[in-house]
Structures are given as C-alpha cells and as structure tokens.
C-alpha cells in the first residue's frame, strides 16, 4: 500500500496526514479552505468551538519539542478534544514495551488520534500502518522526511498574502538536505502549481536528485532571491548535521544568511517565511527577520488554524448526516 | 479502624478503594455493573459524560507510571472532571515538605480525590487514615500490597466471557510472591465466589502462607492449568525481586512461560489475562498473546469503565436527590 | 514608564499583576473583594464558573514549583480556562530561542495571560514590557522582587480574621533580605493601612534601608510580636541564602523560631501565616503550624480564590455591555 492510499479512507477523504506527497490539489486546497474557516477562531472572546468534544487526541511525541506540542495540544483544546500529552523519551519504554503494544494499548482506551513526533523518518507512517481503523495519525515531524503541517500552514500564509499559486516564483533557502519541512514545502508547492520553485543553499546541503522534484537548483543567495515572491528560509539545524557540511557559521550567513540586501534581490513585496525558531544573525538577519516583509509570527498564529482544520477534517469523516467536514461556528 | 472500615463511609458505601481485601460481594459486584453502564461510553462519538463535571481529581504518582496515570486520566476526563498530575517524585519534595503537609495543601486547594501510585505499601491506605472527610483516595498500586482496580477490570472481563463465578477455575501464573496484582486477584475471586483459585509459579515466588488464603498452590504449569477457564498472567517485575529468586529468564520462560503448548491443557475456551504490559517470550509468548483467547487488550479498554465506575461510586455519594449512584448517559 | 503605570490600562484597570508596589488602595480592596465572591466556589459540588470559558492561560515557569503551579492550574481551570504549563526549565530553549521570540510565538497562538516564575528579579516586568496588548502578565515570584498574588492571599486571611486594617499591627518574621514575599507583604500592609507593620529577624537578614519602607526593625522575637494581631512567618529559603548570614539552623530556630512561648508574647487571639511549605522545627513549631491560632491551610484555600480574581479582573476588562469586573455564579 501506498503511502498515498494509506493516507486517504475508501472515499477518498483524508483519514491520516503524514506527508504532502502524493495528495490532490483538492485536498490541500480543501485544507487552507477548512484553515480559513478556523482561522477567526483565535480572535474570538471565546476561542473554542464544540467540533471534536468527547474525542481524545493523543501526543505521543518520541522526540521533545515544547513548541510543535503546545501548538497542536492548542488546536485540539481549541476544538474542545480531550488532551493527553505523552513524552515516550522520558515514560515508560523502560519497561520494555514494543511501540507496538504501545499503540495496542492506546487504541483500547479509545485514543481516536495520534499526533506523532519522531526523529527517525518514516516512524508516523510506520504507525498508521499499525493502528485500528477507528484512528487517525498526524505527522508532527519525521526525521529528516516530512513536517506536513509545517508546510500547509506555509502555503496557507503565502496563499493570504499571495492568492492563487499559478503565478508565484518561490525560494526555500538552506539545509535543503536534512530538511522536513523543505521535502513537504516542494511537494505542496509543486501539487499547488506554484510557477517556479527554486532552492538555494551550498552544494552539500542540497540532495543530489532535486532538480528531478521539478525545482531549481541555485548555489547563490543573490541570483536564487532575483524576482522571487516568496522566501522560505529554512532553520540550520545543528543537532542535524552530522559531520562538516559546512565551514562555520559565520561563513554560512556571509553566503546565505537573509539580510536586508540580499533580500532586495527578490520582489519589493516579497514576503519571508520561517519555520522557528529562528537563529538570529545565522540564517537570518534581526532586521529581517522583524521587518515588513516577515510574515514568521502570522505562520504561528495560523499553524494552530490549519492543524485544526486537518484535525477536524480527519476525525471528521463518516459523520454523513452532519456534512462531510463540519464548520466551526462559535459555541453557545 | 481496619481497612474495610476505612473504605467505607456511615452507610456502607464505598469511599476509598485502597484493596479488595475485606470488601463485600456486594460492593464488588455494584462496581462490575456500574463499570457495565460505562463500557459503551468509549464507543461513542461524544466519549463523554457530565457526572464528575467541577470535580477535580489528582494523580498523586511517587511511583512513574505513564500506562496507569493515562488510564486514571482519562477515565477521570471522560467524567468531565478536572485532572491534576502531580509527579512526586519530580516535584518540590526536594523542597523537604512532608507527605502530610502536601497532602493538607491539596485538600486545602478543595481537591476530591487522589489517586495513589507509591512503591511502598500501605501508602495509599496511610493517605486515605490521613485525609479530610471530603476525599476519597484510590489505590493505583501500592508496593507489593495491592492494585485493586486492576483486579476489578480482571474480574470484569472474566465475568463478561464466563458470566456467574461460582463454576470457575482460575489460575494466577507467575511471581505471585512480589505482585499486587495477584493479592487483589485472590480477593476479589474468593470474594466472588470463584470455584476454585490457584496459583502456580516455583517455591521462591509463592509466599510460604498461599494456601491459608483459600487457594491451591501448584508448582507443574501443566498440571495448574489443567481445566482451567481463565488464565491470569503476572508480569515478571525483574525490577521488583531482590536478589536470586529464580536462575534465568530463558529458564523461568521454559518451566512458567505460556505458549500454545502449555495453553492446550486449560480449557479449549480458556481466556488468557495479562496486566501489561507484556514481556514477550519472558511469561508469555507472542502467539498466545496475540491468539485468539487473549483478552489483553479488552483489558485495557475494560480498565477506563472499571476506573470511571469506582470514581463514579466514591465521588457520587451523598446526593441523595440523585440516587445513590448516578449512572450515565450521553451528554447533550 | 513605571511598573506602576504598566500594570494599568489607560481606564486604570489592572491589566497586568506584577507587583503590589504602586497599586492603590482601592485596586488592592477590589482583588479582595472579587476573592469573596470566589470564596465559596472551592465549596460546591460544581467547583466551576464559566468566566474565563474559551481564554488560553499559560503557566511559564522558568523556575519549577508544583506547588505555585498548582494553584494557578486549579484557578484557571475553576474559570473554565483552558490551561497551557510550559517549564522553560526543561523545554527547547535548548535550541536556543530567545525569550522575546518565544513570547512573540506564544503572543501569536493567540494566549491571553502568562503567569510567569522566575528566579531573576524584574523577569515578569521584563515581560509585561514586551507582551502584545492583548495579554496580561501575572507574577508568580520573580527572584528576590515580588509575590504579589501570595501578599494578597494573606491580606484576605488576615481581613477575613480581623476585619479592617487601621487597628493592625502585623509583625513578619525571618529573612526579610531575601524574601520576595516580604517585600509584596509589606507594600500591600502599608497600602491597606496597617496601624504598625514591624519586620523581626537578625541584622543580616534585613535590609539596611528598611526602616525607610515605614516598617519598624526589630531584632528580638519576643520584643517584636509583642501585643500583634498577626504573625507572618516567612520560610527559611537555604537555597536563596548565598553565604554565611547565618550561623545553624538550630541556632536561628533558638532566636527565630516561632514556638507556644514566643507566639505568647502577641495578642491572645494573633493569628499566625506562613507562605509554605514550612520547614517544621527551623522557623515554626509543629504545635503552632498546627495549632488554633494557625490560619496556614485556609491560606491555600484562599490562594485560589485570590488567584481567581487577579486572573478575571484582568481578563475581565474591556467587556463593557458585562460589567467592569463579571462576578461568578454556579454554572448551570
């Protein structure tokens, strides 16, 4: 099976999200559509809507990370699911259990989802090959394959600021190697019918096959940026490099930190995305990084949109009677 | 004031659930047909019911446990109630407060129940001499003393299979010397009026008074399986034997460990328990626990009802307008 | 801008709670007011009032304290608020963010309020300096500055005890130099107006300008509670003490230490707090600590209902058409 059939339930709806590769232009498209209907939901007095009241999302998160945590414990709150917050590093494995009969056993207590943080590619596929038909699993980040929500909350900023996608030159700049979020960034961009996507960084931290995605390879910062409506920087994840790739810090912003000149090379209304957290004065530079054009704080807000929109949208099939994804409306 | 005086309040019902020692038949059977009234409550779209809404309930853990935590919170949550986990053993202890001044502390925040997890026994039954008329305190496993809720969801998911106990045999495999699980299984079986009870393990696991508790001691597996309707497995708690009680792992699995062989002289409709989680080819081999009479995981999917059912009964006192114990229904 | 001024909106509200300093004595009588109202919701069956019901409250602990965390849980969650414990301590500020940019991601999730514990003083001004207008900062201690949520919870058990504060006198016991406690008790005294307020504890424990804060030093115990209405006793905090101030424990506790003869010397009906958890034998006798004249559990009690009415007078703000502050009633 397919990791594309496996995401999607026997009438072609999203069941599981674990990577971008493979969907239709409909169904990420559906995504930004739920996306924007949640969107307002930050803004209310009352930011909670009935949708997921009763269901129990779990993280189960093999790998720490406070950030992507909160940001999905946050959307699931936020749809009125029961939240339980599983830190596998620090529980009981010691005890010897396979992952296996973990999942087993959160299954029988009736865990209707699992968002999955691993840092071995392919570990939340893994376990939405394993899990009863009742549960959906939502990749919060694999290894060095794929941070699917990442990238949707990316196409659903430039999508805001940008309309349609037919038309936009854009740049993901960095360890395109090593990256998740670069993988599923191209794949939707790619699905999406982005113009042109181009990516930028030195020689050792850009796959050998890329060009073969449909992108652009560009050694140079400044060429790479020329005309471009969008720039995806990428973070330089230290704890991901494994041997020297790269002189040093230093020399890396010298040749693809994003500061105020080398953004002049892209369009005046250009905008500069960032997954976060960021490393000032690495990849890029304060006055960028807090300018105009930086759209990396509206990412966050809008991140707990579009996890909530996969989140209804999977938990939220099968209920025929209440239309195929249900909007939210504010609650009584 | 003994245990069972404690555990109950003026009118005979249940306010603590420290052990099964010394309860009613009774009582065990209220709790086996509440939790009945709470099995389907998993099943529903809005897993979910008002009854604890306002109530807050904390998971007091001396012990880690995130298996036994989870099940506890989620149980808790599925009431509606309010869940506070407190991880002793990584919190302001070091600050030198005493047990009982934490404890007047979360009595004094108007908390309503805790569930103890400690490695020492007794300790449960210390906090529930100590606490303010208001609290009920549940055993979630006290050192080598007691578990009763797990014992309860055992009882449950035999009675749900074999129906009435007074025609059962059942047999109890493995460290019986060092487990809370076993003690509590011998209780509530003796009190339900099991046809007969044995335990089966080598001389070093079994205490030296066994048979005074009304059960057949056995040291062949195959002759203590003989017949039997229900197979209760120990976990092999390597952390919980000091010293050399028995030779090695690969020996202790070819005398005690159950594989379809050993199986085949239990009743051809015997169903195999297990608390978990499981060692696999330690106690019992993956065949058996994966076949087709393993109830393992109905197990942990009994464990929510049990849990909801016992904090249901202790919390649910005292509202004589509505009824001695409420039982519940989808919430609108 | 002052911290005064920053504490207020331009409606002179509090918007943020950071230190009692500044505040007047009508805000300070109107948290006390508010905490009545709240009183008694610990009490009913349903501990729960939909105030807060929809609003993000973060609990960011940079120094961990169940204890204080606790209770800012229980508040929130008796509001109806959904609660978010971030303990930077062990979080991803291994990867190096900033504390201003995880303050603008969690701005940017949309959180309305963060109850910040630091161990560096000034850190929740600091923050309140630079959180978006929408959220409001709640101190949790902050190194040796402020606990202005603590100083508040005992000047609602002392008012409770003894009505109005122009007849008091009120003695504080201990390590005045160190205590952010102190310091918030003897602003919020002097603001309320009490008649005396005298600071008791060896030379190198006080402050050198203390007297300047309109208190009177005293350095013997039983000279310095003599004929007050209340003792404050403050907590040997070793782990703040940096150097030799002091001689022993057993030593201090022969001076210092409040027991039956020294607590003779105040009024007959002196009541005695302590912020917890008491070192017994060290500062306070086990006879006192759990004598009549002990008011220090209802403290904990009252603790939530004064963090309860920080938390919705500063939320509460801004909905004109429902009131300046919304006053709890049973939810249905």
Redesign the interface.
Known sequence: MSVRDIQLDDKGRLRHFLTVEGLSRQILTDILDTAESFATV???????VPLL????ITNLFFE????TR??F??AA??LSA?V?N?NVAT??TS????ML??L???????CDMFVVRHNRSGAAHFIARHVAPHISVINGGDGCHAHPTQAMLDMFTIRRHKGEFNKLKVAIVGDILHSRVARSQIHALSILGAHEIRVIGPKTLIPRDASTFGVHVVHDLRAGLSDVDAVLMLRLQRERMEGAFLPSEHEYFQLYGLNEDTLAHAKPDAIVLHP?????GVEIDSRVADGARSVI??Q??N??AVRMAVMAMVLGRG?ADEGEVRRPGA?R
């Open positions: 930050g803004e209310q007095a009352v930011k909670k009241r009763g269901k129990t720490s990370s406070t950030r909160t940001t414990e946050l709150k936020r029961d339980l599983i529980s009981s005890k010897g259990e396979s009969d973990m087993r056993n959160l299954e029988a207590m009736h976060g957290p960021i490393n000032r704080l509206e966050v807000t991140g707990i209920n609650e």
